[in-house]
Nanobody
């Protein structure tokens, strides 16, 4: 549907950092909870982190202490700061949001590769 647009993926060495960004295109809906999922080849899509409009956050155990999710409600943006990257963080990262009526939206995804 093209209503969420991600950016910021790429290739990074282990121990490095990347920042992912995601925005609601054309202010097409008002986001409620926003978050990031990831999917590596052969694996199921899994939750990385999400954040409510009030700023309550939830993280997968595998990224706690390394990743930080944040959002800008005024601009309908959500960010994922990824530090101390590991090869096992390699995946396609998808932005996800629900709107105030509970409808779900997905971005196209952005590829993150962690490799030396």
């Amino acid at each position: 549907q093209g209503q969420l647009a991600e950016s910021g993926g790429g290739l990074m060495q282990p121990g490095g950092s990347l920042r992912l960004s995601c925005g609601v295109a054309r202010r097409s809906f008002s986001p409620s909870t926003m978050g990031w999922y990831r999917q590596a080849p052969g694996n199921q899509r899994e939750l990385v982190a999400n954040i409510t409009r009030d700023g309550f956050t939830n993280y997968a155990d595998s990224v706690k202490g390394r990743f930080t999710i944040s959002r800008d409600n005024a601009n309908n943006m959500v960010y994922l700061q990824m530090n101390s990257l590991k090869p096992e963080d390699t995946a396609r990262y998808y932005c996800h949001s629900t709107d105030l009526a509970g409808r779900k939206y997905w971005g196209q995804g952005t590829q993150v590769v962690v490799s030396s």
